[in-house]
């Protein structure tokens, strides 16, 4: 019974209980994550695939695999700073501890471990069994991954270790003055804090059991002083990320910037979370209210088109709305003219002949192919008929398709066997 109440009341369990009673919503994020890789969520639409197989110019490699588990570390940094913010102050005797960031994000990690090991899991299976990855493939890729993240990991430690190192200066001359008022002070003024919750154990920096110490002989001024210097430090981290994103977001066109999805997917949450720590932690019992707000004045904006984002042709001018076609029945059929038909049939016929030309019998049998959507279980069904189709004709299928037309999954794979149809005869030519 001694060990059972003494593991309950270690920082760990104590860290992971409060997640579950404390801001809820900030677990959604973890849920989605173990949902997707699982497979239990958006599975028909290949969500799983994106992060146990990230594909990263055109290929499932290594580097794909380093700037997932790079993602996944911003990530998992974002939600120890995140909470951090949100929970230090229930933890006082960090505050006497060197390190306390650090040694919050150790005694934080049960969920992120979790994860990486179901994670790990999901991919072997995926990778070997569906993938086809040989298992020296697979290795490689894992260890891209867990090179990414770690990396992130010490790149981010690195900055808190400095970012310690200032705080610790600047606080010496003032936990000198606050040793010189206790001893000189008559009365004992002991912390009144009633946010603060019972730890008795936690892991250091070696991963070795220690005590808790007692923090009632501080002064609540002087423990949220040192907590406030370490959120300073952990919110402009969360600044310095989000502009890190921006400017990469400037450079998308250039295909080395285009990472893999799922990880775009994981910094989105990682941003998501530090808003929603941020909103809390800034706006208290306030944030209800002022989401709320936020959302009447955006409604107002799009309502009177200040914000418009609606997806505009290039060439045209959208800001003389006066100018704009009538787009009524009138005007429609003032299009169908019989000028027009006749034209559009000219043209048709033109291209049906230019068809004919292509093939060798006299009359030739046309194709029409029309694709059925359905994320990537119809994806997988067009480009296997496709292949049957293919191999049972030598390869002609294609060389009688007039058109090919359809939606989603099925239309995208019908677009890349096309072009590797075109690529093929290009090879031959």
């Given at each position: 019974m001694k060990l059972l109440r003494n593991l309950y009341f270690s920082f760990p369990i104590q860290l992971l209980l409060l997640h579950f009673r404390k801001f809820q919503v900030l677990l959604l994020f973890w849920f989605i994550l173990f949902s997707t890789v699982s497979g239990h969520f958006m599975k028909s639409y290949g969500a799983n695939a994106l992060f146990l197989a990230p594909e990263y110019l055109g290929s499932v490699n290594v580097a794909g695999a380093a700037?997932?588990?790079?993602?996944?570390?911003?990530?998992?940094?974002?939600?120890?700073?995140?909470?951090?913010?949100?929970?230090?102050?229930?933890?006082?005797?960090?505050?006497?501890?060197?390190?306390?960031?650090?040694?919050?994000?150790?005694?934080?990690?049960?969920?992120?471990?979790?994860?990486?090991?179901?994670?790990?899991?999901?991919?072997?299976?995926?990778?070997?069994?569906k993938?086809?990855?040989?298992?020296?493939?697979?290795?490689?890729?894992?260890?891209?991954?867990?090179?990414?993240?770690?990396?992130?990991?010490?790149?981010?430690?690195?900055?808190?270790?400095?970012?310690?190192?200032?705080?610790?200066?600047?606080?010496r001359p003032l936990a000198k003055d606050e040793y010189i008022s206790r001893k000189t002070r008559n009365e004992k003024h002991p912390l009144q804090n009633n946010y603060s919750i019972r730890v008795k154990f936690f892991l250091a920096d070696n991963l070795v059991i220690k005590r808790a110490r007692k923090v009632g002989h501080y002064g609540e001024e002087f423990l949220d002083h040192i907590f406030k210097r370490h959120h300073f430090a952990a919110i402009w981290s969360v600044v310095l990320a989000f502009i890190f994103m921006i400017l990469i977001g400037f450079f998308l066109d250039h295909r080395i910037f285009q990472i893999p999805a799922a990880a775009s997917i994981?910094?989105?949450?990682?941003?998501?979370?530090?808003?929603?720590?941020?909103?809390?932690?800034?706006?208290?019992?306030?944030?209800?209210?002022?989401?709320?707000?936020?959302?009447?004045?955006?409604?107002?904006?799009?309502?009177?088109?200040?914000?418009?984002?609606?997806?505009?042709a290039y060439g045209l001018n959208y800001d003389k709305k006066t100018a704009r076609p009538a787009y009524d029945r009138s005007t429609l059929q003032a299009l169908c003219s019989l000028q027009k038909v006749k034209a559009d049939e000219q043209l048709m016929l033109e291209v049906l002949n230019n068809w004919k030309k292509r093939q060798l019998a006299e009359r030739p049998v046309i194709v029409f192919m029309n694709f059925s959507g359905g994320g990537v279980r119809s994806a997988s069904f067009a480009m296997n008929t496709l292949q049957q189709l293919d191999s049972l004709t030598e390869g002609k299928i294609l060389k009688q398709t007039f058109l090919m037309s359809g939606a989603s999954g099925g239309m995208l794979s019908a677009a890349y066997f096309r072009e590797l149809y075109r690529m093929r005869n290009a090879d031959n030519t």
């Amino acid at each position: 019974m001694k060990l059972l109440r003494n593991l309950y009341f270690s920082f760990p369990i104590q860290l992971l209980l409060l997640h579950f009673r404390k801001f809820q919503v900030l677990l959604l994020f973890w849920f989605i994550l173990f949902s997707t890789v699982s497979g239990h969520f958006m599975k028909s639409y290949g969500a799983n695939a994106l992060f146990l197989a990230p594909e990263y110019l055109g290929s499932v490699n290594v580097a794909g695999a380093a700037i997932l588990g790079g993602a996944i570390g911003v990530f998992i940094m974002s939600w120890h700073i995140t909470t951090f913010i949100l929970h230090s102050k229930r933890y006082r005797f960090l505050a006497t501890t060197s390190k306390p960031f650090l040694k919050y994000c150790i005694n934080n990690s049960i969920i992120p471990l979790i994860f990486l090991v179901v994670y790990f899991l999901q991919a072997a299976e995926f990778d070997l069994y569906k993938e086809l990855m040989s298992t020296s493939e697979f290795i490689v890729a894992a260890a891209g991954f867990f090179g990414g993240l770690i990396l992130l990991i010490a790149f981010s430690f690195a900055y808190f270790f400095t970012a310690d190192k200032r705080i610790v200066s600047r606080l010496r001359p003032l936990a000198k003055d606050e040793y010189i008022s206790r001893k000189t002070r008559n009365e004992k003024h002991p912390l009144q804090n009633n946010y603060s919750i019972r730890v008795k154990f936690f892991l250091a920096d070696n991963l070795v059991i220690k005590r808790a110490r007692k923090v009632g002989h501080y002064g609540e001024e002087f423990l949220d002083h040192i907590f406030k210097r370490h959120h300073f430090a952990a919110i402009w981290s969360v600044v310095l990320a989000f502009i890190f994103m921006i400017l990469i977001g400037f450079f998308l066109d250039h295909r080395i910037f285009q990472i893999p999805a799922a990880a775009s997917i994981t910094i989105f949450f990682a941003l998501m979370i530090a808003v929603i720590g941020a909103l809390t932690y800034f706006l208290q019992t306030w944030s209800v209210l002022f989401l709320l707000l936020f959302y009447i004045c955006l409604d107002v904006l799009y309502r009177f088109d200040v914000i418009d984002p609606r997806n505009k042709a290039y060439g045209l001018n959208y800001d003389k709305k006066t100018a704009r076609p009538a787009y009524d029945r009138s005007t429609l059929q003032a299009l169908c003219s019989l000028q027009k038909v006749k034209a559009d049939e000219q043209l048709m016929l033109e291209v049906l002949n230019n068809w004919k030309k292509r093939q060798l019998a006299e009359r030739p049998v046309i194709v029409f192919m029309n694709f059925s959507g359905g994320g990537v279980r119809s994806a997988s069904f067009a480009m296997n008929t496709l292949q049957q189709l293919d191999s049972l004709t030598e390869g002609k299928i294609l060389k009688q398709t007039f058109l090919m037309s359809g939606a989603s999954g099925g239309m995208l794979s019908a677009a890349y066997f096309r072009e590797l149809y075109r690529m093929r005869n290009a090879d031959n030519t």
